[in-house]
């Protein structure tokens, strides 16, 4: 077949989360979105996770779509639990495994404990239904709670499950003390990647300086870029992080943070362009800078 050329043009998806995590699908499904949506610069970020990025790669080999490894990492700035995401990761890399099954444990306590308090509110069985969404024994994560507690019935949809569980005050919320903002940077830089402050419009900044000293910290403290477009973030918010970017001097990301197709509230590569005005997140990758994709079907 002829290669396929790209003329320049990035179409860039760089958050996205498959079955190893909390994902409803396999890398080589997402891989096969991704080619059919039209995005060429495609990364798999699971929380915790780089198990399905071996997958994630192979699947690119057969596809017109360049790939980067990626990972999301639970983090924490100050007393709010936050993510960064590794982007162009070596996931062989010692010191980053090491963290991440470190996370991972704190995630299982945190799932038993979850279960705990759903109990304790007359919900039985909820770490046990969990579980059994979840394909990594290590990784039961509030969406896997919330699954179960659609399917049996408790709540009729995601929204209203995460309105009434699992969020402070609430029954199922369980506090982690994550690494911190700068062992993550440190982490995803020791495994030779960029760190990007994943969809910053979601957290609780606004008792601590608001959104915007956040992202001076993550500056400060090391980090690449921030997330500009993403399924977190409304167009309003689009301008703005696009702003603080320039700002901060930061790099600019793009992704849609898809988990599945019954959840996500936006799909691979519907996502606008990044603006022009703006330093990409793969500028100076090599494999950004392919427009031929050679040998590939």
Not at 91 to 101: K, M, V
Not at 181 to 195: K, P, Q, T
Not at 256 to 266: Q, R, T
Not at 276 to 284: A, D, K
């Amino acid at each position: 077949m002829v290669p396929n050329k790209i003329n320049g043009l990035i179409v860039a998806d760089l958050h996205s989360h498959t079955r190893a995590s909390d994902g409803s699908l396999s890398a080589a499904q997402l891989l096969e979105i991704a080619e059919a949506r039209g995005v060429n610069l495609f990364a798999i970020t699971d929380h915790d996770s780089v198990e399905s990025v071996a997958a994630g790669r192979a699947a690119a080999l057969e596809r017109k779509v360049n790939y980067v490894a990626g990972v999301e990492i639970s983090a924490q700035w100050r007393d709010v639990p936050i993510h960064v995401v590794g982007l162009n990761i070596d996931e062989s890399d010692a010191s980053l495994l090491a963290g991440l099954s470190s996370t991972r444990a704190m995630r299982t306590d945190r799932a038993r404990a979850m279960g705990a308090s759903l109990a304790h509110s007359g919900i039985a069985n909820a770490f046990d239904g969990a579980r059994r969404h979840a394909t990594h024994p290590e990784l039961i994560s509030r969406s896997h709670f919330a699954r179960y507690l659609v399917d049996s019935g408790v709540c009729a949809s995601n929204g209203e499950v995460f309105s009434r569980f699992m969020k402070p005050g609430k029954p199922g919320y369980v506090p982690v003390n994550w690494m911190s903002v700068e062992a993550a940077i440190a982490l995803i830089h020791g495994a030779g990647g960029c760190a990007v402050l994943a969809h910053a419009a979601r957290y609780d900044t606004e008792a601590l300086g608001g959104v915007s000293s956040l992202i001076s910290d993550f500056k400060n403290l090391g980090g690449d870029a921030i997330e500009v477009i993403c399924s977190g973030h409304s167009p309003s918010d689009w301008a703005n992080f696009a702003a603080l970017a320039r700002r901060f001097e930061l790099k600019a990301s793009i992704g849609s943070d898809f988990h599945s197709h019954a959840e996500s509230k936006v799909r691979i590569g519907d996502l606008p362009r990044l603006s022009p005005s703006l330093t990409p997140v793969w500028q100076g990758w090599s494999i950004a800078q392919n427009t031929v994709f050679p040998n590939r079907r």
